[in-house]
């Protein structure tokens, strides 16, 4: 069992920054996938970036140039910067991990505010 524990979301004006962190813990296994999706009201859930235990990482065309991704595998965590923030990104986060032969495990959601 793998269980994701994700903080970070919260509510910012259009133009500022946030930091998502999402600590892995239980049976994780090198190499795996750690990313973050979105969902907005009403649209699919969408990938925003991921980043492989070799440090691989892919972007969605909306989050190049202004989001990074980036893991400390120590620790099993994964985080989102997000800069330059549109009302666009808001949505409610996920955080999941990809393993070998496993189904994706998925965090319990944040949610992204961009609003003034």
């Known amino acids: 069992q793998v269980q994701l524990v994700e903080s970070g979301g919260g509510l910012v004006q259009p133009g500022g920054s946030l930091r998502l962190s999402c600590a892995a813990s239980?049976?994780?296994?090198?190499?795996?996938?750690m990313g973050w999706y979105r969902q907005a009201p009403g649209k699919q859930r969408e990938l925003v970036a991921s980043?492989?235990?070799?440090?691989?990482?892919r972007y969605a065309d909306s989050a190049k140039g202004r989001f990074t991704i980036s893991r400390d595998n120590a620790k099993n965590t994964v985080f989102l910067q997000m800069n330059s923030l549109k009302p666009e990104d808001t949505a409610v986060y996920y955080c999941?991990?990809?393993?070998?032969?496993?189904?994706?495990?998925w965090g319990q959601g944040t949610q992204v505010t961009v609003s003034s």
């Open positions: 999941a991990i990809w393993q070998t032969g496993r189904s994706p495990t």
């Open positions: 239980g049976s994780i296994f090198s190499p795996n996938n």
């Open positions: 980043i492989a235990s070799g440090g691989f990482t």
